[in-house]
């Protein structure tokens, strides 16, 4: 059964970053696809990105596609999400989610797709606040 | 991108009451849905997937249904433990996106 277990609370100062992480046990990691979702207070869901291990390039929400990097970390089923340049509007709840994947190869392209969040992650508290 | 909707955003019914909820893409998703419920202060669970497969351990009472553009979830029988937020999600290609949630209260 797969778990996901997320870093601890962090508080920031605006303009700085953050670096969240979400270890995996009990699947498939480098074929399982990771998702980012936030949660701002009083707020609903918002997915921010998402990344399949084995092949490594991320994908992202277009809101957020200057300021979030997504990336993961094979050997310790460990994926990451950072974000630059916190503003106030950035207080939130951060979840890693697990879902699978539907790899398809094409005349030599290969494509892949996102399938539903199964499993997820406690959730990061990030407090951004001067 | 493909966006999500909701309706309504909030409702009120009492217990055995029949709910229902929908969920409108902007473009055509075939049946790549999802349903979630959040109850206040847990992690969002997921109920239905593929627009109309109901998850394991997920009471009979809930349903789904719909393609393309058009989806409901529907509550058949409303339980006091079922207080919560629903959200739709359309997956499969990226960017995937939530609706904006459906709060129901007894």
């Known amino acids: 059964q797969v778990q996901l277990v997320q870093s601890g609370a962090e508080v920031k100062k605006p303009g700085s970053s953050v670096k969240v992480s979400c270890k995996a046990s009990g699947g498939t990691f480098s074929n399982d696809a990771i998702s980012w979702v936030r949660q701002a207070p009083g707020q609903g869901l918002e997915w921010m990105g998402g990344i399949i291990p084995m092949f490594g390039t991320a994908n992202y929400a277009e809101k957020f596609y200057d300021r979030v990097r997504i990336t993961a970390d094979e050997s310790t089923s460990t994926g990451f999400m950072e974000l630059s340049s916190l503003r106030s509007e950035d207080t939130a709840v951060y979840y890693c989610?697990?879902?699978?994947?539907?790899?398809?190869?094409?005349?030599?392209?290969?494509?892949?797709?996102?399938?539903?969040?199964?499993?997820w992650g406690k959730g990061t508290t990030v407090t951004v606040s001067s | 991108d493909i966006q999500m909707t909701q309706s309504p955003s909030s409702l009120s019914a009492s217990v055995g009451d029949r709910v229902t909820i929908t969920c409108r893409a902007s473009q055509g998703i075939t049946n790549y849905l999802a349903w979630y419920q959040q109850k206040p202060g847990t992690v969002p669970k997921l109920l239905i997937s593929a627009a109309s497969t109901l998850q394991s351990g997920v009471p009979s009472r809930f349903s789904g249904s719909g393609s393309g553009t058009d989806f409901t979830l529907t509550i058949t029988g409303l339980q006091p433990e079922d207080v919560a937020t629903y959200y739709c999600?359309?997956?499969?290609?990226?960017?995937?996106?939530f609706g904006p949630g459906t709060k129901v209260d007894i």
């Open positions: 989610a697990r879902g699978g994947t539907t790899i398809t190869v094409i005349r030599g392209v290969t494509r892949y797709y996102y399938s539903f969040m199964d499993v």
């Open positions: 999600q359309k997956y499969n290609t990226a960017p995937l996106a």
